[in-house]
């Protein structure tokens, strides 16, 4: 009996063993995340109240809600890259009503297949537009309305190549790019609104040249600096006239749950208007960050340019 208690004993060591080495070996692999999901989901608000202020002021109350997304999947040699970026917001001040602050829909899928290192022969597409009418007059309802959903809406489908040589850099070069501009809004068909040739048309075809890029920053912990840049060139007509865009977004982690984003766009497209645009933002409030852990290429044995 002792013999046989001796024996069990040394096999459920044995086991216990064998079971804690699988389990540390299961927890390195799941480490390995094809897909990656990174987001992040804001609401802010802004509020000013003003009574016998000799300063003067209005009362006013803001809001922003917006979420931005980094869908991928990294495995040998295939890059997936999804991006979604939307974000909306007003402002209700006493004595001008409801106004649009910020407004934006941004969708953006490209697939590489590597052919080198950090290089890849890609294909993708984009698509921007907006939710709501935009209007003269700092977004006056009573103005003269200039913009609306898909007016304009732009499409870009195309096919080039990637530079990604780490998760905070990505260059895309296509060559070849059909772009279309949208205009669905019956009131903005007219010929020069966003380059339609003739009233009543409802879309601009173009091909050319786009070039984007994306650069991230660590300033210092929990401040991050994100770079987006896009160029294109149409072939087709003018192909000096380039459409330009950049844009900045500072984001200042508090805790957890709040944050600061300061956000920066300038953009410059002869079809919309012969100067240069630029919004500014400026907010703080909730924030929640999705993270579904390590992906491939935080892996140090998947970064050839770290030295082991």
């Known amino acids: 009996m002792k013999k046989f208690l001796l024996?069990?004993?040394?096999?459920?060591?044995?086991?216990?063993?064998?079971?804690?080495?699988?389990?540390?070996?299961s927890v390195v692999v799941d480490t390995v995340k094809y897909w990656s999901v990174l987001g992040k989901n804001t609401?802010?608000?802004?509020?000013?109240?003003?009574?016998?202020?000799?300063?003067?002021?209005?009362?006013?109350?803001?809001?922003?809600?917006?979420a931005n997304y980094n869908i991928t999947y990294e495995k040998d040699n295939d890059l997936w890259e999804n991006i979604i970026i939307l974000g909306?917001?007003?402002?209700?001040?006493?004595?001008?009503?409801?106004?649009?602050?910020?407004d934006v829909i941004n969708l953006s899928t490209n697939y590489g297949r590597k052919f080198s290192k950090s290089w890849y022969f890609s294909l993708g597409a984009g698509f921007q537009s907006q939710f709501a009418p935009g209007y003269e007059d700092g977004n006056n309802p009573e103005a003269k309305k200039i913009s609306n959903f898909m007016a304009p809406g732009y499409m870009n489908v195309g096919m080039g190549i990637t530079y990604r040589p780490n998760d905070n850099l990505t260059v895309t070069l296509r060559p070849t790019n059909a772009r279309?501009?949208?205009?669905?809004?019956?009131?903005?068909q007219f010929a020069g609104s966003y380059g339609l040739k003739n009233d009543g048309d409802s879309s601009l075809f173009q091909f050319g040249?786009?070039?984007?890029?994306?650069?991230?920053?660590k300033i210092m912990e929990d401040v991050h600096?994100?770079?987006?840049?896009?160029v294109f060139s149409n072939y087709l007509d003018r192909p000096d006239r380039l459409?330009?865009?950049?844009?900045?977004?500072?984001?200042?982690?508090?805790?957890?749950?709040?944050s600061s984003n300061i956000s920066l766009d300038?953009?410059?497209?002869?079809?919309?208007?012969?100067?240069?645009?630029?919004?500014?933002?400026?907010?703080?409030?909730f924030a929640y960050t999705l993270d579904n852990g390590v992906k491939r290429s935080d892996r140090k044995d998947s970064q050839w340019w770290i030295k082991k």
């Open 43 to 66: 609401v802010m608000i802004n509020q000013a109240a003003f009574s016998n202020w000799v300063g003067g002021g209005a009362n006013n109350v803001g809001w922003l809600a917006g």
């Open 180 to 188: 279309w501009t949208f205009v669905q809004d019956k009131e903005l």
């Open 209 to 217: 040249f786009l070039g984007t890029a994306i650069y991230k920053i």
């Open 243 to 258: 459409v330009l865009a950049y844009g900045a977004l500072l984001n200042l982690k508090v805790n957890k749950y709040i």
């Open 88 to 102: 909306y917001g007003q402002n209700d001040t006493k004595g001008l009503g409801i106004r649009k602050t910020q």
């Open 266 to 285: 300038l953009l410059y497209d002869h079809n919309q208007i012969e100067k240069t645009q630029l919004k500014q933002t400026l907010g703080i409030g």
């Open 225 to 230: 600096l994100t770079n987006t840049a896009s």
């Open 7 to 25: 024996i069990l004993s040394i096999f459920m060591g044995i086991y216990a063993s064998a079971q804690e080495e699988l389990k540390k070996d």
